[in-house]
Nanobody
């Protein structure tokens, strides 16, 4: 059972930056996809950014050019660098891993709150 533990959330002013990190309990080398989703109050959980082990990346249109997702195979982490933050980025951010077996299995972290406010 893969365990994911997020860190790095908090309160930041509009235009500021935050870096989220997710520690994975096992080697990420063969984990198909790692990335981040978010859920704001009254909204469904949505994809923010993912990176596969083949280096395919996918970003939500709303974060393109501002957020960067990266994987570190040596540290078994996946990070999300968030720049030029906006109030609409406020949400709980969840780390996600997809492991491919006979189908894709999704694993989730507990979530970390990001609040963008002046």
């Amino acid at each position: 059972q893969v365990q994911l533990v997020e860190s790095g959330g908090g309160l930041v002013q509009p235009g500021g930056s935050l870096r989220l990190s997710c520690a994975v309990s096992e080697s990420i080398f063969n984990i198909y996809s790692l990335g981040w989703y978010r859920q704001a109050p009254g909204h469904q959980r949505e994809l923010v950014a993912i990176r596969t082990n083949g280096d395919y990346v996918n970003y939500a249109d709303s974060v393109k050019g501002r957020f960067t997702v990266s994987r570190d195979n040596a540290k078994n982490t996946v990070d999300l660098q968030m720049n030029s933050l906006k109030p609409e980025d406020t949400a709980v951010y969840y780390c996600n891993a997809v492991i491919m077996k006979e189908r894709g299995y999704h694993y989730w972290g507990q979530g970390t709150q990001v609040t963008v406010s002046s």
